[in-house]
């Protein structure tokens, strides 16, 4: 499939919107509004699952979960600095009780309080706080499109509190579990970006914090042997990035993940931890996003693959095939197996038409169960794979084995060929 979707690259076949709509996957509705995108089903089905791999792979990397507040108090924003250079892409404040309440355009500042909800101690470092979060921007709504240009975000965010010398690792380690994201979503990079602050007034002004911080990333890409470009007027108002580029099919380049180091914010907030010395030092946060906003990485999946997702992202992963009414009773107690191994499975009843006309029906599905008359007198399943594959029929135990590691392991490769 993934060869299907590249000759088609630059059709607007792939537009996410259009397939978004065709594959019920998402859809707007003017009195919702413009921007402000709902997930049907299927495409529910599909950011669960990128939603749970990444909280997964995080555990994994030692990263610790909270939840925090789609609402902050305006000062927040005026500590953190997003009031003073952000202010245009956030909505207006609102009045509730004598205070202003903004709806927050990143979550950087509720972690920073959660991180001196107490005293800290280098013991702590380095410290991974991370959240799957709302957050809001002010899209003017003729940009606005799809779930590439939305006004109401969830991001997957995380924050990293260390000491100067954790630095370089930490963002190092973050770049792997980008790569490895990539690999489990079969997409790739189209290059790596050193995004750094131009000329006008939007950065913050602290040119050793920004000389220090540039050379930190500098130092962790040439490490890293991966080809970069350095840009200018790219850099957020904090700190330089280190941006991950994709491209969609018309050729428009976005970013998809980033690591971005920050003196500034730790500063604004007095952030701290007890070192060695018993002396109070100021850590470092480490900004860094695997796959940037839900909605923006969906949009990317859909275009990349066409809907033909990876196994362990598509909305049905199975669809069983019987062959005549006959074999239905069994289509229906293998159905009920893959349920109970997790798998989102369908069954396609006979009375939807011919073999061939169901299996074109269901392209999309990564695996077809067909279940003839001798499959069934002796539970066996004749596997078809969504590229066209066909595997020589077999116990449906072992199917379902094969299938359910597979989908388990978030390989974006369909079969393992030896074992075809
Ligand atoms: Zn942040």
Redesign the pocket.
Known sequence: MRSLARCTRGDPMHDHRRLGRELELFDTDPLIGAGLPYWLPDGAAVRHALEEYIRDAERRAGYRHVYSPVLGKRELYEISGHWSHYSDDMFPPMDVGGEQVVLRP???PH?AVIYRSRGRSYRELPLRMAELGGMYRSEPSGVLGGLTRVRAIQLN?A?IFCTLDQVAEEARAALEMIARAYRALGIGAARYRLSLPGAGGKYVAAPEMWRRSVALLTDVLDGSGLAYEAVEGEAAFYGPKIDVQVVDPAGRESTLSTV?I?FH?PERFDLHYMGADGAKHRPV?I?RSIIGSVERAVAHLIEEHGGAFPAWLAPVQLVVLPIAATELPNAQAFARRCLELGLRVEIAEPERGTLGARIRESRLVPYQAVIGAKEAANDHIALRLRDGRRITPQPAEDVLARVGALVDAHVSELWDEAAV
């Open positions: 990143s979550l950087c972690h965010d924050h971005q920050d914010q946060m900004h």
